[in-house]
């Protein structure tokens, strides 16, 4: 399999390329040169476990590393999940949800980047190579990277956030995590002039290379890979219906385009029913084509909170019949003046208005007041304590409700990571996880440096020389 720029300017790259490539050079985003179709091979897949099931799907893709280490890669890195069906499906009321927060970050972010660490390591050992990884978050991915790729030899990572601004929760996950090749610095300022200077020190193309820097965002084709597999692991648990409907709490696209693939791959989902927050361009862009920015709001579900979706081109490439200077010119559009618009013959099949509006994935979003509601009803009505970000997924999911095809909700995180918002909304249930309460007791290392460049590069040249 061999991987193409959405924007045309790089085609025919190998898988471990893509891989180290993460973003393309021309600034589009990799997809497969095509996806395979599995249908026939469906039934000979049951009673898989996950991880065979994973070696199954994500070898259509990769065929640059052998089948046998690819299975070692796979085994190690969902061996450090807590639940031995790593995804279990659990029935709520009529529906179910899929639990993607067994990992050991508690977040479904857990299942991409625990493989994408280790697929990092076979490459880079294989070539005799090392990368130093920046990243910045307000929150959530910075442990969840951490934890992919601590400990590993040939790659360091520097993690930067809002220092004080993250949940102490948060904080500690990152910080309590104290092997030499791991970095966190807090920057004095928001997760915007954290976001500013990772693409200022990237776009330092001397430096980059110096460096080997490389991003673990969400854009990495490889995450989007990993998480194509709960897709196939939910329709097995749920006993292989002739249809099901999934819903996805959206922030980067990331998830839901994993969803996108496994369709296409055929696997018998009906419709992808899209649910943000506040946050809601896509919402938006789903019921009316139009693509258009506001100001990000901050929200009960942060994670989420997000106005441009990293992954939502790759979308906008199938949409768009696979044709780089369509994807271009929206993009452009874009970026001139924070809207685009599908035209009605946008994907060139026919000029009917309706071609605006996507058959597969429909959207919904939810407001904070409708997320502790949810939270409330869930906790009620089944006993089930879901954390902020699923229960966007169910109050937008209760729009949708159909009784005819099965429906599984993917639930995106364990609750305890919230504890301000599980208060607010459960003041009487103490929702925790013994993970969450041992970190509180261990020692931290962190650096805190001012909101300028040359403060995060000097930081990032010394701790090369010290070879960390
Ligand atoms: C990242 C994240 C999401 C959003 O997933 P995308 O792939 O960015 O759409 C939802 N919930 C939680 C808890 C997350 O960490």
Not at 81 to 98: E, K, M, R, S
Not at 199 to 227: C, E, G, H, M
């Amino acid at each position: 399999m061999k991987y193409q720029s959405t924007r045309g300017g790089v085609t025919g790259i190998s898988f471990k390329d893509a891989v180290l490539m993460g973003l393309a050079d021309d600034g589009g985003l990799l997809v497969p040169e095509s996806i395979p179709n599995v249908s026939a091979e469906l039934a000979s897949w049951q009673g898989y476990s996950y991880t065979q099931l994973a070696l199954e799907v994500m070898s259509r893709f990769i065929d640059d590393i052998p089948r046998p280490a690819l299975q070692q890669i796979i085994d190690k890195s969902y061996s450090t999940f807590a639940d031995p069906l790593v995804t279990p499906l659990i029935p709520l009321g009529d529906h179910h949800l899929l639990e993607l927060f067994h990992g050991p970050t508690l977040a479904f972010k857990d299942i991409a980047l625990q493989f994408l660490g280790n697929v990092f390591e076979y490459i880079l050992e294989e070539r005799g190579h090392s990368i130093n990884i920046l990243g910045a978050t307000s929150g959530d991915t910075g442990g969840a990277a951490i934890a992919g790729v601590r400990g590993k030899h040939n790659i360091s990572i520097y993690i930067m956030f809002p220092e004080g601004k993250t949940s102490p929760l948060q904080e500690l996950q990152m910080t309590s995590v104290l092997d030499a090749n791991v970095h966190n610095i807090g920057i004095h300022g928001s997760f915007d002039d954290c976001q500013k200077l990772m693409k200022d020190i990237f776009s330092d193309l001397p430096f980059k290379q110096r460096y080997s820097l490389a991003a673990v965002n969400s854009v990495n084709w490889t995450r989007v890979l990993a998480q194509v597999v709960y897709y196939f692991s939910a329709w097995y648990q749920r006993g292989c219906p002739e249809q099901f409907d999934v819903c996805v709490p959206t922030g980067n696209f990331g998830n839901i385009f994993a969803g996108y693939i496994a369709r296409e791959m055929g696997l018998p989902i009906r419709r992808l029913i899209l649910a943000t927050n506040a946050n809601d361009i896509l919402c938006r862009f789903f019921n009316t084509g139009v693509y258009a920015r506001h100001e990000v709001q901050f929200t009960h579900s942060p994670a989420m909170d997000i106005q441009i979706s990293s992954n939502f081109e790759r979308y906008l490439f199938y949409r768009l019949a696979r044709s780089p200077a369509k994807v271009r010119a929206f993009m452009q559009s874009f970026s001139d003046t924070g809207s685009a618009a599908l035209s009605p013959s946008a994907s060139g099949v026919d000029d009917s208005v309706d071609d605006v509006v996507d058959d597969v994935i429909v959207a919904g979003s939810a407001s904070n007041a409708a997320t502790l509601d949810t939270i409330k009803r869930v906790y009620a009505d089944h006993g089930y304590v879901c954390d902020p970000h699923t229960a966007v997924g169910l109050a937008v999911m209760a729009e949708f409700h159909d009784t005819q095809v099965p429906l599984v909700c993917l639930s995106t995180a364990h609750p305890a990571k919230f504890e301000d918002v599980m208060r607010e909304a459960l003041p009487k249930v103490l929702a925790t996880h013994p993970t969450l309460e041992a970190l509180r007791l261990l020692p931290t290392r962190k650096t805190v440096l001012e909101t300028t460049e040359t403060d995060v590069k000097a930081f990032i040249e010394a701790a090369g020389q010290r070879g960390a």
